[in-house]
């Protein structure tokens, strides 16, 4: 973006409230913060932001509004579990999940999949209640961001769950990891 399409979408910023309340200082600040981004996405995420705060928004909170209008909405948990749960019907479990398409799943989901043992533990989950009950647990706590998931992990398998459907799944036995330190 250029310079001048900044200052275009820092002067709507601007005249949005009371004089004094959005100082040049702090415009200069945006302007070179803001440079890199891309102008529409800006422009809405700014409009988005001038309906729901009262006074000027931090600089952080443009970028939290730039990514959400970037990454589109975040589903809920109960979304989230009707996809699943059509995705399940439609794939099955001895099928790959679909990058692309109807039964495509974000990847906050697939995350939660993960955490949840992998597609074929969760395709073929015995209990329905309990499956959701724990796929809205798992879901919930895992955070917007890529790459924060790790402790969502640990809270949706017991310890050594995870060794085991990966020791099955690579063809190996069942024991535990302890019980073959102690063989070899």
């Avoid at 990454?71 to 699943?84: I, M």
């Avoid at 990847?107 to 395709?123: D, F, P, S």
């Avoid at 949706?156 to 073959?180: H, I, K, N, Y």
């Amino acid at each position: 973006m250029t310079s001048s399409e900044v200052t275009q979408i820092i002067a709507i910023l601007a005249t949005a409230y009371r004089p004094g309340e959005f100082p040049t200082e702090r415009a200069e600040i945006y302007e070179r913060a803001l440079l890199e981004l891309d102008r529409e996405k800006l422009e809405l995420a700014v409009m988005r932001l001038l309906r729901t705060h009262k006074f000027p928004p931090a600089l952080a909170e443009v970028f939290e509004t730039y990514a959400l209008v970037e990454q589109g909405r975040q589903l809920d948990t109960g979304e989230a579990f009707d996809l699943l749960t059509s995705a399940i019907r439609y794939v099955g479990a001895y099928r790959p999940i679909p990058s692309s398409g109807r039964y495509a799943l974000p990847g906050r989901v697939q995350r939660a999949i993960a955490a949840l043992g992998g597609w074929e533990m969760v395709c073929l989950h015995d209990h329905e209640e309990s499956f959701r009950a724990r796929f809205f647990e798992v879901y919930g706590s895992l955070s917007k961001s890529d790459g924060e998931d790790r402790s969502a992990r640990s809270v949706a398998l017991p310890e050594g769950v995870s060794d085991l459907v990966g020791r099955r799944m690579l063809g190996g036995s069942a024991s535990s990891s302890s019980d073959a330190k102690s063989r070899g």
